[in-house]
């Protein structure tokens, strides 16, 4: 036989037993390899979504650390803010209560009280009836206020205002007799300015101060040819006949204006009334000093309108006798002069002019 291992079909080759399963063992391997490749990539593809995902959450979390001290930052600055607000509002109070309280150790001394009234006497101004009251009594409740002076720089202003602060006076002086009130005009003590003064003692001013006015008067505005030329109807429905009196977007009426005029000369004659019960035989009798003029203060003292001249500081040294003077003036509060500040007082203001405009003024 031939030895010739092809020959014999029943022989094995041993290139298709060992070897060849050893073939077809390598031969298997190159799948074994593309899976490790395969797990490789995968984790390397792992490991870059984990790094993105870690990069992301960095991300996250620095972006939330910046928030969270931008909003610290702010919440710092608002309470700050809000810190300096009390503080300055405790240092108005405590300066306030400072300044009040240096003048009632001052009061201990004898002294003279001295009121402003100064501005248009109305209801909301700082010459308010309330205002210069407060400080009247005040002055006259203390012992050591030898005498009290009120210095006056008013055009006039609410009648019922200045007539109050009159009656005030003479009550105060009729229960305190032996304290002496002097009135003291700078600027202008016109009208009510006036009306306050004639109840004191005596009034004293400067030779150029302007005196006077003893008059009344009422105005205000007529838009009845405006609306026609802009096309404009007026309606008004009233329950009386007179509800609708003056009103300034319908014509005048002459029975209106007498009436009127009849309101403005009842004001006028207790006007009159005032000065002459406040001035007595002082008082040169001539027409002219009723009929609304104003006169420079060495006319006022050749009329009587004025005891004399001069200022707030030689009444107190000449004639009282006491040179220390003292503000008796009645102040809002610091908070009230706050709020006054951030506007409210215009509202008021305002408000004041729009329903007031027909009222009857001593001007």
């Known amino acids: ?112 009280a001295i009121i402003e009234v100064r501005g248009v006497i109305a209801d909301t101004a700082d010459a308010s009836a309330d205002n210069v009251i407060t400080a009247l009594r005040k002055a006259f409740s203390t012992r050591q ?65 302007l005196v006077g006015s003893i008059g009344v008067t009422a105005s205000g505005f007529g838009f009845v040819d405006l609306i026609e030329k802009m096309g404009i109807e007026r309606r008004i429905m009233t329950s009386g006949d007179n509800k609708a009196f003056l009103d300034p977007f319908s014509p005048q009426k002459e029975d209106e204006t007498e009436f009127w005029k009849t309101v403005l000369a009842t004001t006028h004659q207790q006007f009159i009334r005032v000065v002459q019960e406040g001035r007595g035989d002082r008082l040169v009798d001539t027409n002219e000093v009723f009929t609304g003029l104003i006169w420079s203060g060495e006319q006022a003292l050749e009329l009587g309108l004025i005891d004399g001249l001069g200022s707030s500081s030689y009444v107190a040294r000449e004639l009282v006798g006491v040179e220390r003077i003292i503000d008796y003036t009645h102040t809002p509060s610091p908070f009230d002069r706050l709020f006054d500040r951030l506007g409210v007082s215009i509202a008021k203001h305002l408000s004041m002019q729009l329903t007031q405009q027909w009222a009857p003024e001593l001007r």
């Open 1 to 112: 036989m031939s030895q010739n291992p092809w020959d014999d079909p029943d022989k094995k080759d041993p290139l298709t037993t060992d070897d060849v399963s050893g073939e077809a063992t390598d031969a298997a391997e190159p799948p074994k390899l593309d899976t490790k490749v395969d797990k490789a990539l995968k984790s390397v593809a792992d490991g870059a979504d984990k790094s993105k995902e870690w990069r992301l959450i960095e991300k996250v979390v620095s972006t939330l650390n910046v928030e969270q001290r931008r909003s610290r930052r702010w919440g710092i600055f608002f309470k700050s803010l809000t810190f300096i607000y009390l503080f300055a509002l405790l240092g108005i109070f405590l300066m306030g209560r400072d300044i009040s309280g240096a003048k009632e150790s001052v009061d201990r001394q004898p002294h003279v």
């Open 145 to 209: 206020a030898e005498a009290v002076i009120l210095r006056i720089n008013s055009p006039g202003g609410s009648p019922v205002q200045a007539g109050y602060i009159n009656d005030e006076i003479n009550r105060l002086r009729a229960l305190n007799p032996d304290k002496k009130v002097y009135a003291v005009i700078t600027d202008i003590g016109a009208s009510g300015g006036y009306y306050v003064a004639v109840a004191a003692d005596e009034i004293y001013a400067d030779k150029s101060s």
